[in-house]
């Protein structure tokens, strides 16, 4: 592992890297590895911002978001506005399947429900209401339709991981059963946990994703 100092510095600088943010009013504690985020932002992007942003630094095992999104005066909007914004944003989104979805608002938080077949779409409506004003939060129940998966599924994951750089599939085991396909082995980093992740649930016929990578550092060579 990566001394939680030298994790703590670069969090702070990718943070600082992000032109979207305001590093200062972050807190950043990390402890073996676990970075817990506090404080505040201006909207919900933001916070989704600051998230990837901490996955991307190498030695971080995990992240904890307690940071709150506190709009600026005069942003603020009712939870009918944001409703009738979110329901126009997912009609205008071509990747998002018609009637498909359903979405309720409470206190700026929106949940997403429905069924669709493909991941994408899911991702997709979760993006069309995440940069809307006066969203605080996004929750995104959308389930999985199944389908019939292919029988050499294993093949052709593990074709993906190979041909994305960002990714070291000799480290990475699928195993399936029925719709599920459970990851198992090693990655360097959660940003390369969450494309092994997204390159599995874009196979179709899989409904359930079981992300049981482990987050180690690979030896990093001295010249």
Request: with cysteine; glycine share 4%; aromatic share 4%.
């Amino acid at each position: 592992m990566r001394p939680d100092s030298e994790i703590h510095r670069d969090v702070l600088a990718e943070l600082r890297w992000d032109q979207r943010l305001r590093e200062e009013d972050i807190a950043v504690a990390v402890r073996e590895g676990v970075v817990t985020l506090a404080g505040t932002v201006d909207n919900y992007a933001q916070r989704y911002a600051c998230e990837r942003a901490v996955e991307r630094v190498r030695g971080v095992m995990a992240v904890v978001n307690d940071l709150e999104v506190k709009l600026p005066l005069g942003t603020e909007r009712s939870d009918s506005d944001i409703a009738h914004a979110a329901v126009n944003a997912l009609k205008a989104d071509i990747e998002v399947p018609d009637n498909k979805i359903k979405l309720k608002v409470s206190k700026g938080w929106v949940t997403l429900e429905g069924d669709v077949e493909w991941y994408y779409q899911k991702g997709a409506a979760e993006r069309a209401v995440r940069y809307l004003a006066g969203v605080k939060g996004v929750t995104n129940l959308i389930t999985m339709r199944p389908s019939p998966m292919p029988a050499d599924i294993k093949h052709r994951i593990k074709e993906v991981f190979k041909r994305q750089a960002e990714l070291d599939a000799e480290h990475i085991t699928v195993e399936t059963t029925a719709h599920k396909v459970t990851l198992v082995g090693s990655v360097e980093s959660l940003a390369e946990k969450r494309a092994a992740e997204r390159a599995a649930w874009n196979c179709p016929g899989v409904s359930i994703v079981d992300n049981q990578l482990r987050v180690t550092l690979a030896p990093v060579a001295v010249l």
